[in-house]
């Protein structure tokens, strides 16, 4: 289990040669006597033999080429085939990044190219200016992004995101939301449609952050196997909030609730498990709009919620279309009045809790012992009743509501997160000086 | 056509890397330990994949092999994954000081 992500880990931190035993298996569907079996006859000798074999020192880290070398010339095509033989690649086609268009990208950024933006792990590659040009030239990017690829980047470094995480076996998918004038400055969809791809702000910047964490983080899928994602969700397309809608209904925009001001260009990253239904809500009571979001996307969180709520962490998102949006404002609720809403009544019976955790990984999951380590609240086990139901939610303002979407049809969609990996991390956009006359420039001229 | 012939006035590409620079801390290497009689092994469990089950085998075999070994289990070295993790394993060489560790066990999966 594990195996690439761990060796990949071990290299990152200077300990390559960290031994690691393998159990060969699966531990959640063995026997009692097949596991007794691996580990003594399989597991033990590994064991044993790591704790025998140390070398004297870290190893020098191979050499690697410098950021403006050039690693290989050739045809577009040659250009692709050699950077799928290096892993380099995400599967799809990439623009050859040469030394001019990622100079273009350099020229809408007013860092320096070698300022180190963060560390990305498991691998703890340096992430700078100069490598999120690199990868976004090669994802399709337009230069004028690179302001956006920058804090899309600061937000997963930040420690607080848990990068190194990405690899675990939900195969969660980083998800970007994107706020301010920025999303009408550089195109962005924010209406029908949103979340599929077909723009090029919202789809190349999503596919940007894929292949950088694949490049410069080093998580990767077979054959390199340092992603341990069971069943992967491809990457997503940039959340671009509908702020007009925002500004009508009165509410603030979903940059605002993370601490920002209205007005301000901001990115927020996060966490995405999983999609619920299209979830479809009419009339002009708010509450009926809530209840079928509880029953629907709350259902959708409930199950995933084991995991939340032993590590005390759930931001789930709700892109509500402005429809919806407007007949709950207008029947008076305000977003905390929806957050309340689904924190009060989103509730799942605490056996099936106990049981959903069992199943995944946490084998002696038990919401009263979880209350007695003080690790989870007593409200958990006010009974020994299977049947008592728990909260899902860890805490009413972490649920996120972003407007987006066909004005004209009354749908939302609920983003399950992955509880304490890949919280939401918020950044503000810092645009060069010249923002404006370079995007008119930009604007004009397109790219080479 | 095969891919990697050239079609007639087609460019060429001089292209750059797209990783970045390794930035792996330097590490200190403890002694290799061969014979675990009269020696400390502390073990983490990040609660997960039955690794409390996998320890207790485990544990049962090394006392049977080596009767001198002395270990700290997971239950005094306290769970690695959930709230709090990076605090978590900030603590942790402390830990190891303060037990007197010579070999560490950290299981299942991470």
Redesign the interface.
């Known amino acids: 289990m594990f195996m690439g992500l761990g060796r990949a880990v071990a290299k990152g931190l200077g300990a390559a040669d960290t031994a690691i035993a393998e159990y060969r298996g699966v531990p959640l569907i063995d026997t009692k006597e097949q596991l007794r079996d691996n580990v003594i006859n399989i597991l033990l000798p590994q064991i044993l033999d790591g704790w025998g074999k140390r070398t004297a020192a870290s190893q020098a880290p191979a050499t690697e080429p410098k950021p403006r070398e050039i690693v290989y010339s050739g045809t577009l095509q040659q250009v692709q085939d050699y950077f799928d033989q290096q892993l380099w690649a995400d599967g799809l086609p990439v623009i050859p990044p040469t030394l001019d268009r990622v100079d273009e990208f350099l020229r809408c950024c007013d860092r320096s190219p070698d300022d180190v933006v963060g560390i990305c792990q498991p691998e703890y590659r340096e992430a700078t200016i100069w490598n999120i040009a690199v990868n976004g030239v090669m994802a399709g990017c337009r230069p004028e992004y690179m302001p956006v690829l920058v804090a899309v980047v600061e937000a997963i470094s930040d420690p607080l995101f848990f990068l190194e995480d990405a690899g675990s076996t939900p195969g969660w998918e980083p998800l970007i939301i994107i706020n301010g004038p920025i999303v009408k400055e550089l195109d962005f969809n924010s209406g029908s449609g949103v979340m599929r791809v077909g723009r090029r702000a919202n789809t190349s910047i999503g596919r940007f952050l894929r292949l950088f964490m694949r490049n410069v983080a080093g998580q990767r899928i077979p054959p390199d196997v340092t992603d341990k994602g069971s069943i992967g969700l491809t990457f997503n397309v940039v959340l671009a909030e509908n702020e007009d809608a925002v500004d009508e209904l009165g509410w603030a925009p979903f940059s605002v609730d993370q601490g920002f001001s209205r007005g301000e260009n901001v990115v927020t990253v996060q966490s995405c498990v999983n999609i619920t239904q299209p979830t479809y809500t009419g009339g002009e009571e708010a509450l009926n709009h809530v209840q079928i979001i509880a029953e629907v996307i709350g259902h959708a969180n409930a199950y995933w919620s084991f995991c939340g709520i032993r590590h005390r962490k759930m931001y789930p998102l709700i892109v509500m279309s402005p429809s919806v949006a407007k007949a709950i404002a207008d029947d008076g609720w305000s977003k905390d009045d929806v957050r309340k809403y689904l924190y009060d009544n989103v509730r799942l019976p605490a056996h099936l809790v106990e049981k959903y955790a069992r199943n995944c990984a946490y084998n002696d999951y038990d919401l009263g012992k979880l209350v007695t380590q003080g690790i989870v609240p007593a409200e958990y086990h006010e009974s020994d009743d299977p049947d008592r139901m728990v909260r899902v939610f860890v805490k009413p303002e972490w649920i996120g509501i972003v407007v987006a979407g066909d004005p004209g049809r009354n749908q939302s969609k609920g983003y399950v997160q992955n509880h304490r990996q890949g919280v939401p991390v918020s950044k503000k956009i810092r645009l060069p000086s010249d923002w404006i006359s370079l995007l008119k420039r930009r604007q004009a001229a397109p790219a080479k | 056509m095969n891919?990697?012939t050239?079609?007639k006035g087609?460019?060429?590409?001089?292209?750059?890397?797209?990783?970045?620079?390794?930035?792996?801390?330097?590490?200190e290497?403890?002694?290799?330990?061969?014979d675990?009689n009269g020696k400390t092994v502390c073990e983490f469990w990040d609660?997960?994949?039955?690794g409390?089950?996998?320890y207790a085998?485990?544990n049962e075999?090394?006392r049977k092999r080596y009767p001198g070994i002395k270990i700290v289990d997971h239950v005094t070295m306290g769970a690695t994954h959930?709230?709090n993790?990076?605090e978590v394993v900030a603590s942790i060489p402390d830990l190891l000081r303060k037990h007197g560790a010579d070999?560490v066990?950290s299981?299942?999966?991470?």
């Open positions: 891919e990697r050239r079609t087609e460019s060429n590409f001089d292209v750059v890397w797209p990783l970045g620079r390794l930035v792996s801390p330097p590490v290497r403890a002694p290799a330990v061969l675990l609660s997960v994949f039955r409390d089950e996998m085998v485990l075999e090394l959930g709230t993790e990076r070999a066990i299981g299942v999966g991470a």
